[in-house]
């Protein structure tokens, strides 16, 4: 009840802000007929007044229908989900690593891991709401902290949507910098739409970092290969960066939670955090 209230009023905001902008809109119906009547409002009145027309998509509208698998033939040979694939790499980090997350679900799984090893979250800054930033943030703190290992969680949609940031990144070349990019193929917070790294025999994310001028470029896809590679990233020091592709699966746990903490608390122990000497 509490979250149905919640999107109401979010809603209601977005009618406003819309409205505000002279922007036509309508809510988007949930049952076909509906769906068909409101793309030909949205059509014609695009194709006459030459303007914007905004359809407002309610949470779940899309939940009964179900994407193709565009991928079960390059899944085949992964053994391992982002959240096994994540225990794995958070084993070897040490205390003092500082750890940046992407948005969405690598961060909600980030936090609930913490929380089972009772870890504390001062060490790992959620990049909530800024999908394809996390990778920024990551390099103006390895800038900064050249004697901190930095680590930085990725995920395939996010490397894509600010796909510049590598030639920045490499550009400063910062040795403490590890790039760990969680490649499933799919927007997974969003709905499970396929991305192009998805498909290994025409994208490579590893030539586009060494490309750019990554020094070293790795990839893994089980459990034994991600400790190696961890235990080589671990051991370079002084030739960075690095990045560490990690092909997994899709999907993620169903009764997956959110962070417990606020955005300001998570920001307050970070910054503390990053003080240590």
Do not use: W
Not at 102 to 114: H, I, V
Not at 139 to 152: M, S
């Amino acid at each position: 009840m509490f979250l149905k209230i919640l999107f109401s009023k979010i809603l209601i905001e977005y009618f406003i802000f819309i409205a505000a902008l002279g922007i036509p809109f309508q809510p988007l119906p949930d049952y076909h007929d509906g769906a068909g009547q409101a793309l030909e409002t949205a059509k014609r009145y695009m194709e006459t007044a030459k303007g914007p027309y905004a359809l407002l998509v309610k949470r779940q509208t899309f939940l009964p229908y179900a994407l193709p698998k565009m991928r079960a033939d390059l899944e085949a040979g992964l053994s391992l989900t982002r959240e096994e694939a994540l225990q794995c790499v958070t084993n070897h980090f040490q205390h003092r690593d500082v750890i940046v997350g992407t948005t969405g679900m690598l961060s909600r799984e980030l936090f609930e891991l913490r929380m089972k090893r009772g870890d504390g979250h001062e060490r790992d800054f959620l990049t909530v709401g800024g999908m394809g930033h996390a990778s920024s943030i990551a390099l103006g703190i390895a800038i900064q902290k050249p004697n901190r290992t930095i680590y930085c969680l990725d995920g395939d949609g996010a490397v894509l949507m600010h796909m510049g940031v590598l030639a920045n990144i490499a550009a400063a070349a910062p040795s403490n910098f590890k790039h760990i990019v969680f490649n499933n193929g799919t927007h997974d917070s969003v709905g499970g739409q396929p991305t192009v790294a998805g498909d290994y025999r025409q994208f490579s994310l590893c030539r586009i970092a060494q490309g750019c001028g990554y020094k070293h470029v790795m990839i893994a896809t089980n459990e034994k290969e991600i400790n190696e590679a961890m235990e080589k990233i671990r051991a370079i020091n002084n030739d960075g960066p690095v990045l560490l592709e990690l092909r997994i699966k899709t999907g993620h746990r169903k009764n997956l939670g959110r962070p417990t903490r606020s955005t300001n608390e998570n920001r307050k122990d970070f910054m503390h955090f990053l003080q240590l000497s």
